[in-house]
């Protein structure tokens, strides 16, 4: 159930790693945190049934670890006609995506303040047609790679509320992190990777632009990023494999 905390395949409870906490908003910013993030924010207490956000929506998409909302915001702009839950737990990001959905009138995104693991627990089978993870924490030393996102047990949850057809996104400019995803990705037989060309997963996605860690990250001469999409595939083939 969606209250329990998220375990791991092998049943152990699974721990949260992540910043919850930073530089204090500024008054401005505090007031309208304060003022608009109850209106947008997603509470647990049981399954949760994105149709009930979003009841006209033609397409529901997850975003997890926003940051500071830049591409969030952006498609949700682009596209008044998609239900968008963006999952982010630093409040200066949470600040700044506020802001941005009160500044937009962006009416088609709520957000989830929490673990995303217990979001996507929550969520009925095949009942997203996206998820996008965008630089997430690469957590580059071996020790620590046990925190990233990527897992046997979130790829699962991503396979089954991800419909048949639907995608995950995955970018990154840590190539070790690529090659950890791509990994657990040939291990995770719901999920298909078909690029249409060697090399196109560098190329940035479809009206793109580029979010301030991607910046920050070419400032430090890092300029190789990976722009991986992977279909949920349809379930008698993810079975067969």
Known sequence: MSHQPPKTLDGQPR???GRRSGKKLHEGQQAIYDATLPELEITLEGPLDPKSLFPDAEKLI???GYGGGEHLALEAGRHKTVGYIGCEVFTGGIGKMVQAINAGGL????LYTDDALKLLMALPDASLDEV???YPDPWPKTRHHKRRFVSPTTLKELAR???????????????DYANWTLAHILRAPAFAFAPERPGSWHEPYPGWEATRYE???RRE????????????QQ?????AA
């Open 161 to 175: 509320v991800i419909r048949p057809g639907g995608q995950f996104h995955f970018a990154t400019d840590i190539e």
């Open 132 to 134: 996008y993870l965008l």
């Open 107 to 110: 009416d088609n995104i709520r």
């Open 15 to 17: 721990a949260f790693f």
């Open 235 to 239: 379930d008698d083939r993810a079975n």
């Open 215 to 217: 910046r920050k990250a």
């Open 62 to 64: 997850v975003e997890i």
């Open 221 to 232: 001469g890092r300029m190789i990023s990976f722009y991986f999409s992977f279909t949920r």
